[in-house]
């Protein structure tokens, strides 16, 4: 957690966009939907489960870097925070979605130079008609002051 941190305290100071991924009806794949009701701002968008939907308002911003943050499979305990760079979003496919993120991030290097990163929550269920799991609600509520900081 505190490497996160201090890699999210980097980002204080920067024109930066956040774009919050995913579907609240999924159970844990709600986080960034969960994150984005508690740190609202002008420069945060709640994408639901189809972030390309709100990557022409972002790109109007002219954002430094744009922060996703969603659920994610990275093979960790339910609730892990871990600070995803491009280099390893357009490696692989963290997300829990049809769409990978890295498309998204790309189109946003191209539309406005923008560097992208995700915040991503490991999460536990997913399920159509789950609720959020104790670790994933833990997990929210860290990511939510954390980045309250910096918005």
Same mark, same amino acid.
């Given at each position: 957690?505190?490497?996160?941190?201090?890699?999210?305290?980097?980002?204080?100071?920067?024109?930066?966009?956040?774009?919050?991924?995913?579907?609240?009806?999924?159970?844990?794949?709600?986080?960034?939907?969960?994150?984005?009701?508690?740190?609202?701002?002008?420069?945060?968008?709640?994408?639901?489960?189809?972030?390309?939907?709100?990557?022409?308002?972002?790109?109007?911003?002219?954002?430094?870097?744009? &922060?996703? !943050?969603? *659920?994610?499979? +990275?093979?960790?305990?339910? =609730?892990?925070?871990? %600070?995803?760079? $491009?280099?390893?979003?357009?490696?692989?496919?963290?997300?829990?979605?049809?769409?990978? &993120?890295? !498309?998204? *991030?790309?189109? +946003?290097?191209?539309?406005? =130079?923008?560097?992208? %990163?995700?915040? $991503?929550?490991?999460?536990?269920?997913?399920?159509?008609?789950?609720?959020?799991?104790?670790?994933? !609600?833990? *997990?929210?509520?860290?990511?939510?002051?954390?980045?309250?900081?910096?918005?």
């Amino acid at each position: 957690m505190g490497g996160v941190k201090a890699k999210l305290a980097e980002l204080s100071g920067k024109k930066l966009a956040i774009v919050c991924v995913g579907n609240p009806m999924r159970g844990d794949d709600g986080f960034g939907p969960a994150v984005a009701a508690r740190i609202e701002g002008e420069r945060v968008f709640d994408a639901g489960a189809v972030p390309e939907n709100v990557l022409p308002k972002v790109a109007a911003l002219k954002p430094e870097v744009v &922060l996703f !943050v969603d *659920a994610a499979d +990275l093979g960790a305990r339910p =609730g892990t925070l871990r %600070l995803v760079s $491009a280099e390893e979003l357009a490696q692989g496919d963290f997300s829990t979605h049809s769409a990978p &993120l890295s !498309v998204a *991030a790309e189109y +946003l290097r191209q539309a406005c =130079g923008a560097k992208s %990163l995700l915040l $991503a929550a490991q999460a536990k269920r997913t399920e159509l008609g789950s609720v959020m799991s104790v670790e994933m !609600v833990k *997990a929210l509520q860290e990511a939510a002051q954390l980045l309250a900081g910096i918005v």
